[in-house]
């Protein structure tokens, strides 16, 4: 895995062919200058945030396409008020940047979720699999990805320390190496796959049900495996990175393995990138599975909700 780095001049453009490649593949383009604006105003009022390590929520949570705030107090209607107009506008901003630099994935993505981070990674006391600081690649429980992938922009704004991640090898080399033992899906037998287009119908009528096809049952499943295998947390080959205060970076983490050793107050937005629009979709998680199933693992079309 590599880092890529790049300065502001190259921000003000479109990715090249070989950015496109190095990020589909699992490097990491690295800014360290973030590409876009964020005062010293807007960063202060989000440092002043310090949640509970017992709180619900572990980040501070915005949906773009409802104007959503969740994961702070709403008793306090000034201050929440200032938090969600920050959110708001640091997701709009980071949007613009990577509608310009990445456009040909902005055609057709869907903008996720932005996260603020405002607990300190090192020593939480979280569940196993919740831990951030062991290496895996990203999965949503609640959000299949339908074989789409998961583009992240992260940006350190804590005022004095890095944030330390430790990569390993891209998804492609770890599906090599461990997909079987964390059981690749089986072709489903006519009758599941009566079941699964049933799912997708009343997932499609805005029922509350997951529609879940292969592809996301074996990503989760993965993502678990990982985490929970010892020998692999501790014989696997690793790459340290410092992100120093103001740097930003940009991962597709369903692809790059990572973990957050340490580090506190990262902002970060989500975008799910269709298939279709990549520059090498052969490189892409569900096509590299697909080559070893040799059958569909999400129905083509299908996009996430
Ligand atoms: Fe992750």
Same mark, same amino acid.
């Given at each position: 895995m590599a880092r890529i780095t790049l300065d502001g001049s190259s921000?003000?453009?479109e990715a090249g062919e070989d950015i496109y490649r190095g990020l589909e593949?699992?490097?990491?383009?690295?800014?360290?200058?973030?590409?876009?604006?964020?005062?010293?105003?807007?960063?202060?009022?989000?440092l002043a945030q310090k949640q509970a390590e017992t709180s619900l929520h572990k980040n501070i949570s915005y949906r773009p396409a409802q104007d959503r705030l969740k994961g702070i107090d709403?008793?306090?209607?000034?201050?929440?008020?200032?938090?969600?107009?920050?959110?708001?506008?640091?997701?709009?901003?980071?949007?613009?940047?990577?509608?310009?630099?990445?456009?040909?994935?902005?055609?057709d993505w869907k903008v996720d979720y932005a996260s603020f981070r405002p607990i300190e990674e090192q020593g939480r006391n979280v569940s196993h699999r919740s831990r951030n600081d062991l290496i895996h690649v990203d999965s949503f429980p609640s959000r299949p990805s339908h074989?789409?992938?998961?583009?992240?922009?992260?940006?350190?704004?804590n005022?004095?320390?890095?944030?330390?991640?430790?990569?390993s090898d891209s998804f492609e080399t770890l599906a090599w190496q461990y997909a079987g033992k964390a059981r690749l899906p089986r072709r489903p037998s006519p009758l599941r796959a009566i079941g699964s287009r049933a799912l997708r119908v009343l997932s499609?009528?805005?029922?509350?049900v997951v529609d879940r096809p292969p592809y996301d049952q074996f990503m989760l499943?993965?993502?678990?495996? @990982?985490?929970?295998? %010892?020998?692999?947390?501790?014989?696997?080959?690793?790459?340290?990175?410092? &992100? !120093?205060?103001?740097?930003s970076w940009i991962v597709f983490t369903d692809t790059t393995s990572h973990a957050c050793l340490s580090g506190q107050y990262a902002l970060?937005?989500?975008?799910?990138?269709?298939?279709?629009? @990549?520059?090498?979709? %052969?490189?892409?998680?569900?096509?590299?599975?697909?080559?070893?199933?040799? &059958? !569909?693992?999400?129905?083509?079309?299908?996009?996430?909700?």
């Open positions: 921000a003000g453009s593949t699992g490097d990491i383009l690295y800014f360290p200058t973030t590409p876009f604006v964020l005062t010293a105003e807007e960063q202060s009022v989000l709403q008793s306090d209607t000034a201050e929440w008020k200032r938090v969600h107009g920050v959110m708001r506008d640091y997701s709009q901003r980071a949007i613009a940047f990577m509608a310009s630099f990445l456009s040909r994935y902005a055609r074989g789409d992938r998961l583009l992240r922009i992260f940006t350190n704004i005022p004095e320390r890095p944030r330390i991640w430790v990569t499609g009528a805005g029922l509350p499943r993965f993502h678990h495996y @990982l985490k929970e295998n %010892e020998a692999f947390q501790r014989d696997c080959p690793k790459d340290r990175w410092e &992100f !120093p205060p103001g740097s970060e937005q989500t975008f799910i990138v269709r298939r279709g629009s @990549l520059a090498f979709p %052969e490189r892409s998680p569900i096509a590299i599975l697909e080559g070893m199933t040799g &059958f !569909p693992l999400a129905a083509s079309g299908a996009k996430s909700a």
